[in-house]
């Protein structure tokens, strides 16, 4: 099992910035590919960026490209997203998720999930 808790969500301007963080507690997290995805109300979950377990490969969607940034700390279990010049379309819940294999954009291929985190972009 590996558990997972996002942090660093929360409200912020148009052009604004937001670093997101996730923790992971359990089984060996440098074994793992990381992935962030996002929800938006009424909405499918949505591929955001992923990284290897390494962090020598990454991965976004061409939505967040140039303005966010995936990165992870093994020593600290922990994986990031920086996410610059945010807009209101960036709004949703936030997840982190763990994959036991390549890192994907599809959702399918992770097996921990974490409860999410809020982020909300005024105009």
Do not use: H
């Not at 604004?16 to 992971?24: E, V």
């Not at 996002?38 to 490969?57: D, H, L, M, T, Y």
């Not at 994986?79 to 959702?107: H, R, W």
Request: aromatic residues 14%.
């Amino acid at each position: 099992q590996v558990q997972l808790q996002e942090s660093g969500g929360g409200l912020v301007q148009a052009g604004g910035s937001l670093r997101l963080s996730c923790a992971a507690s359990g089984r060996t997290f440098s074994n793992y590919a990381m992935g962030w995805f996002r929800q938006a109300p009424g909405k499918e979950r949505e591929f955001v960026a992923a990284i290897s377990w390494s962090g020598s490969n990454t991965y976004y969607a061409d939505s967040v490209k140039g303005r966010f940034t995936i990165s992870r700390d093994n020593a600290k279990n922990t994986v990031y997203l920086q996410m610059n010049v945010l807009k209101p379309e960036d709004t949703a819940v936030y997840y982190c998720a763990a994959s036991f294999g390549i890192a994907s954009m599809d959702p399918k291929k992770y097996e921990y999930w974490g409860q999410g985190t809020q982020v909300t972009v005024s105009s």
